[in-house]
C-alpha cells in the first residue's frame, strides 16, 4: 500500500488530493489459474488531519477498486499547515494448518503545505 499527498493553494480553498495505490480484495474472487479465494486486503479507514485536527474521515471496504484517488477541499489553510493522512488497511494471511486470519495494518504520511 503506497499513500502520495498533494495539496494546492486556490485563494481560499485548498484543494487535498490524497493517492492510495495497492489492491483491494474482499475475498470473494477467485483466482482464475488456481480457482482458490484471493485473500482480503482492502483500505478500511482514511483520516485527513490538518496541524493535528480532524478534517475529515472515510470508512471504507473491499468493494472500492485498486489504486483510488480521493480530493479534499478546505477552507483557510495557510502555507506551512502540517497535512497528515493515516489510514488502516485489512489484510488477510493463512496459517499453517490454511485457515484465514485478518489482521489491521496502520500507517500515515504527512505534507507540509507550501513546502
Known sequence: MSIRIAAKLLKDITEIEVRATGPSED??????????????????????????????????????????????????????????VEWTRTEETR????????AQKTGSETLILGK
Open 27 to 84: 475475498g470473494q474472487r477467485a483466482d482464475p489459474k488456481t480457482g482458490k479465494l484471493i485473500p482480503v486486503n482492502y483500505l478500511q479507514q482514511l483520516l485527513v488531519k490538518v496541524d493535528g485536527r480532524l478534517l475529515t474521515e472515510a470508512h471504507l471496504g473491499g468493494g472500492l477498486s485498486a489504486n483510488n484517488v480521493f480530493l479534499f477541499k478546505a477552507r483557510s489553510l495557510r502555507p506551512g499547515a502540517t497535512i497528515t
Open 95 to 102: 496459517g499453517k494448518d490454511g485457515r484465514p486470519s485478518t
